[in-house]
């Protein structure tokens, strides 16, 4: 039966240090303009179109 408490507390622990991660990453994409995104997503896209080299 203790264990059984164990593993839900741990549980809970573990859902409510992802709720703050993804919190956090909600913030920190809320504060970008859109100018900031936009220059982004052509950063990413130039990135992808190098080859790849091993």
């Keep these: 039966m203790k264990i ?6 741990a549980g809970l622990a573990g859902v409510a240090t992802g709720g703050a991660i993804i919190a ?3 913030r920190h ?3 970008l303009t859109p100018d900031e995104v936009r220059d982004r997503l052509h950063q990413r896209l130039a990135d992808s179109e190098k080859p790849y080299v091993s």
Excluded at 4 to 9: A, D, I, N, S, T
């Design 4 to 9: 059984w408490k164990l593993l839900g507390v």
């Design 24 to 26: 956090r990453d909600q």
């Design 29 to 31: 994409r809320a504060q």
